[in-house]
């Protein structure tokens, strides 16, 4: 299994991932151009994309999904309520899977397992997609993080991991108090600190590439995030004696993060 995080951020997010030789995308929060040009840029073409699996309705994550699936034919995986509630963004769409948290589905010897995450989307879903022993875990925009989403993730050989925000730089920084409510709520986003303690609950040996992602332009910095996570990994492997193997790197906004390419077990 080989992915990589397009893009991520409150302006964009999109996930690339391939195995079996299958490729879909998971979410198309940039224009249609935008993301064939970031698929490029890796050397890959949108024509060998087989779907699009959509997280939830919020532009940061629709923004392409319909200009793709009608220029390409491809099919859109999405759950009823995300779907209505995008209106006029996936009205168009002339192919579309309808998919369900909790339901495993296949496509094309892709297994995906969505599942439920706590956000002010109309359903928001979290992924695994997992293909010959090897899963990829993909879950941003979620407020609080919970038992249903640990049972789902743990064991995943990769993850995706929403870091959105630092609490201090969200309380000092110049968001009105409204929008500052919203992100903090059991519905918004991640604090580094709460990823970093689920990520550390996540640990397991077959564990092998870490990315963090959705991390604010405003309330975050890549480098903070970054040092929150590591410093709590180093506790973890401090107290319990066993060093931490995996790797963990950033998404970014503005340009296309690495290939990676998962082994499995
Ligand atoms: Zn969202
Ligand atoms: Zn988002």
Redesign the pocket.
């Known amino acids: 299994m080989r992915f990589c995080v397009l893009g991520s951020g409150s302006k964009g997010n999109a996930t690339y991932v391939e195995a079996g030789g299958v490729a879909i995308l998971i979410d198309a929060g940039f224009s249609g151009v935008e993301i064939e040009r970031r698929l490029a840029s890796l050397g890959l073409a949108v024509e060998k994309l087989g779907a699009i699996l959509v997280s939830?309705e919020?532009g940061?994550?629709i923004r392409g999904v319909q200009a793709l699936s009608r220029r390409y034919n491809l099919p859109v995986l999405v759950n009823r309520a995300t779907r209505v509630a995008a209106g006029p963004l996936l009205a168009k769409i002339d192919v579309w899977q309808e998919i369900a948290a909790g339901q495993d589905c296949e496509f094309r010897g892709l297994h995906i397992h969505p599942f439920s995450v706590s956000?002010d989307?109309a359903d928001?879903m979290g992924f695994v997609v997992s293909h010959g022993g090897c899963s990829l875990g993909y879950c941003t925009?979620t407020g609080i993080t919970s038992r249903l989403m640990h049972h789902r993730l743990s064991g995943c050989h990769g993850l995706i991991l929403e870091c959105n925000h630092d609490l201090e730089m969200l309380k000092n920084g110049g968001y009105p108090p409204q929008l500052q409510q919203r992100i903090r709520s059991k519905d918004g986003h991640l604090t580094n600190t709460d990823a970093a303690r689920f990520l550390v609950e996540l640990i397991h040996d077959g564990l092998e590439h870490v990315v963090l992602a959705h991390i604010s332009e405003t309330n975050n910095t890549p480098e903070l995030a970054l040092t929150t996570v590591q410093e709590h990994l180093r506790l973890h492997a401090s107290a319990s004696g066993e060093p931490c193997r995996f790797t963990v790197s950033l998404a970014h906004q503005e340009r296309v993060g690495e290939l990676i390419k998962l082994i499995g077990s």
């Open positions: 939830h919020h940061d994550h956000h989307g928001t925009d």
